[in-house]
């Protein structure tokens, strides 16, 4: 799987080894954007992606009715 992002608008990629070419999906699947989303988040976060990639995929995840996990803080020390 793989992703490119072209004037605003997301394009899926997806092949198999044994395929020579990539499949473009126009509507990708839910689990897809979810998983596309935990890796733009990783990459905003290392700063080599603007947040606004990542909402671009938010909204593609909540049009469809799905949700993701946001990353969870650290648990509070016990005193």
Known sequence: MRAEKF???WRLQAKLKSEDRWTYYDEPLLSDLIELR???FRKYQ????SFEDVETIEKM????GGTWEEP???APADE
């Open 46 to 49: 290392r700063k080599h992606l």
């Open 7 to 9: 004037g605003k608008k």
């Open 38 to 40: 935990g890796v733009l």
């Open 72 to 74: 969870s803080e650290e």
């Open 61 to 64: 995840i909540t049009d469809r």
